[in-house]
């Protein structure tokens, strides 16, 4: 897995909801900003939310052990204690998750800890978390 950080520059709504929900909820450090856009450390990686579009729309045509998850969809892979604390700062916030945290796969290489929830410009994110990290890519 490589250690280099991804960018990616997305649509909202609007500054001050997509700063209260990734700063204040997700704990995200802002960076750089004007009147238009934003970005925040999210996790390691800089992502940017620009109010000079549509918000993508979101489906839940994504099929996933038979349930359905959202499309698109973003996200971060976090250390199991962090994907625990993230989804503790969500659910102190009283927002609605998609799908709550689980665990899927139990007992394989790949198990892991996921939830999805959107964002206050209804985009897609999902967390995740390997039990054993170096198996994020096991088939």
């Given at each position: 897995?490589?250690?280099?950080?991804?960018?990616?520059?997305?649509?909202?709504?609007?500054?001050?909801?997509?700063?209260?929900?990734?700063?204040?909820?997700?704990?995200?450090?802002?960076?750089?900003?004007?009147?238009?856009?934003?970005?925040?450390?999210?996790?390691?990686?800089?992502?940017?939310?620009?109010?000079?579009?549509?918000?993508?729309?979101?489906?839940?045509?994504?099929?996933?052990?038979?349930?359905?998850?959202?499309?698109?969809?973003?996200?971060?892979?976090?250390?199991?204690?962090?994907?625990?604390?993230?989804?503790?700062?969500?659910?102190?916030?009283?927002?609605?998750?998609?799908?709550?945290?689980?665990?899927?796969?139990?007992?394989?290489?790949?198990?892991?800890?996921?939830?999805?929830?959107?964002?206050?410009?209804?985009?897609?994110?999902?967390?995740k978390s390997f039990k054993n990290p170096e198996h994020v890519f096991t088939v």
């Open positions: 897995m490589s250690g280099q950080p991804f960018h990616f520059a997305f649509f909202v709504s609007d500054l001050s909801s997509t700063r209260h929900f990734y700063g204040e909820v997700l704990g995200c450090r802002e960076g750089r900003s004007t009147e238009d856009w934003v970005d925040f450390d999210f996790f390691g990686n800089q992502i940017s939310a620009h109010t000079t579009g549509r918000v993508t729309p979101t489906q839940n045509t994504g099929l996933v052990e038979g349930i359905q998850v959202p499309m698109p969809h973003f996200g971060a892979i976090l250390p199991w204690d962090r994907f625990n604390e993230v989804a503790g700062r969500i659910r102190s916030a009283k927002l609605s998750f998609i799908l709550e945290p689980r665990t899927r796969y139990p007992g394989q290489p790949g198990e892991q800890a996921t939830m999805f929830l959107l964002d206050p410009s209804g985009n897609a994110l999902e967390f």
